[in-house]
């Protein structure tokens, strides 16, 4: 059984940086790509980054190519989510998600049923 929690969310001011840590439970990534989405106040959840259990290869989903580094320390089980040059519309609940899935661009399009999910972290940036 998988298990994952957030850290590290906070208020921040636009253009700031925060850094998301996410413990991941023993072997996860032995099996599962594991990676971040979002939701925005209104919104559809979305697939921020990924990384492959297969090789570490990393997705990044457009809006955030350049600002975010995903990044992973497998003998501590843990998953970050460094986040730089903050904007208002990165505003939402960060969340931490394992998946078995084809590819990494199938998993950030899973729905909310599939995979496992940790419970969240809330970021907000003020403009």
């Known amino acids: 059984h998988v298990q994952l929690a957030e850290s590290g969310g906070g208020s921040v001011q636009a253009g700031g940086s925060l850094r998301l840590s996410c413990a991941v439970s023993?072997?996860?990534?032995?099996?599962?790509?594991v990676g971040w989405f979002r939701q925005a106040p209104g919104k559809k959840r979305e697939g921020v980054s990924i990384?492959?259990?297969?090789?570490?290869?990393?997705y990044y989903a457009d809006s955030v190519k350049g600002r975010f580094t995903i990044a992973r320390d497998i003998p501590r089980n843990m998953l970050y989510l460094q986040m730089n040059s903050l904007k208002s519309e990165d505003t939402g609940v960060y969340f931490c998600?394992?998946?078995?899935?084809?590819?990494?661009?199938?998993?950030?399009?899973?729905?909310?049923?599939?995979?496992?999910w940790g419970p969240g972290t809330h970021v907000t940036v003020s403009s």
């Open positions: 998600a394992a998946a078995m899935s084809r590819t990494l661009e199938r998993m950030a399009t899973m729905a909310d049923n599939e995979g496992y």
């Open positions: 023993k072997n996860t990534f032995d099996s599962y790509h």
């Open positions: 990384i492959s259990s297969y090789d570490g290869s990393t």
